[in-house]
């Protein structure tokens, strides 16, 4: 069993910078920030006061935070494919006329029947482009729950920190073990929609909701 030591951060939330893919992203690039320093030893995170001489489990701790980084990045990753891909439909859509949210939601069904073939395509792509509204909905919480599984097979394989012998970790700072925690319980609980980086949503705005 590994032990998790502090990390500075006030909570998962805080790592995460607001939970989105750009804060998945960030907080992907600080866990592999902080692989080589943890890997060092001296200053691994489960080293405290009086406890210079006791070489600790930098290596396997360097090896949890690496790992966590990796699945933290690739979820990231995923979640940006599963964007750009629902992008690409909303700007086909909008070209017929569809009027796509700048969140990327499409419009409510049609109440009837087109009234003439101009309304009957833009119905159409209405209807497409609500059927891969869906589908990135469904594969955007796939891949938060598969990440947050891994997270929690990777938190079981930490044990609870040691006794401190010196001053205890600084105040507002989070462990490994609580920050994989709460990662994984806030990529459990079910998203409305894909992360979507706000300056795709400023340049798709000339063309969402355009005839």
């Known amino acids: 069993m590994i032990r998790s030591g502090p990390l500075l951060a ?19 690039a600080g866990l592999y920030g902080c692989v080589p320093a943890i890997a060092a030893g001296s200053h691994a995170p ?13 290596a396997p ?15 990231a990753t995923e979640l940006a494919r599963i964007e750009g891909a629902l ?16 969140d990327g939601r499409p419009p ?19 209807l497409a482009y609500q059927e891969a509204h869906v589908q990135a909905m469904g594969e955007a919480h796939g891949a938060r729950q598969q990440a947050a599984r891994r997270l929690a097979d ?6 609870p920190p040691r006794p401190s012998r010196g001053p205890s970790a600084a105040p507002g700072s989070l462990t490994i073990g609580q920050l994989l925690a709460g990662l994984t319980s806030q990529l459990a609980v079910p998203s409305g929609a894909p992360e979507r980086d706000p300056r795709l949503q400023a340049q798709a705005a000339p063309h969402h909701g355009r005839h």
């Not at 990777?154 to 044990?159: C, P």
């Open 10 to 28: 006030a909570s998962a939330a805080d790592w995460l910078g607001g939970g989105g893919r750009e804060g998945l992203q960030v907080l992907a």
């Open 46 to 58: 489960d080293k405290q006061a009086g406890q210079a001489d006791d070489p600790g489990p930098a």
């Open 61 to 75: 701790l360097a090896a949890v935070v690496y790992q966590a980084a990796s699945i933290v990045d690739a979820l």
């Open 87 to 102: 992008d690409e439909q909303a700007h086909i859509a909008s070209r017929y006329g569809v009027r796509i949210g700048l």
């Open 108 to 126: 409510p069904a049609f109440a009837g029947p087109p009234a003439d073939s101009g309304a009957a395509s833009e119905q159409h792509w209405t």
């Open 154 to 159: 990777l938190h079981a394989t930490l044990a």
